[in-house]
């Protein structure tokens, strides 16, 4: 029998968007392979939700020569209600902390 710590819980805080526009904000370069890896998703999950994030205005892509590079839209807000008049920003940025000990 599983102990609690063992399993996956069945909810999280986040949401696949959220956890991706994090990853992004981490490291604009990156690759949506990687950003997969990083978020337990598959590359065309992430591929779909990056193409969301874009039509809504969140971010933008751009070339740097073979690789994208993407630029988190300054000033975007929360899109709930319960949100509404507050930034990402202030959430990326506490997220996209390193948080590896020593801050390696």
Do not use: K
Not at 81 to 87: D, F, K, L, N, T
């Amino acid at each position: 029998m599983e102990s609690s710590s063992e399993r996956r819980p069945s909810w999280t805080f986040l949401t696949n968007h959220a956890r991706v526009l994090v990853a992004i904000s981490r490291d604009p370069g990156v690759r949506l392979r990687d950003v997969a890896l990083t978020c337990g998703l598959t590359e065309r999950t992430v591929q779909a939700i990056v193409a969301d994030l874009e039509t809504d205005g969140y971010l933008t892509r751009s070339r740097d020569g073979r690789r994208n590079r993407y630029e988190i839209a300054e000033g975007a807000m929360f899109r709930h209600p319960a949100e509404a008049g507050h930034e990402i920003a202030g959430l990326l940025s506490l997220l996209a902390e390193d948080t590896s000990p020593l801050g390696r």
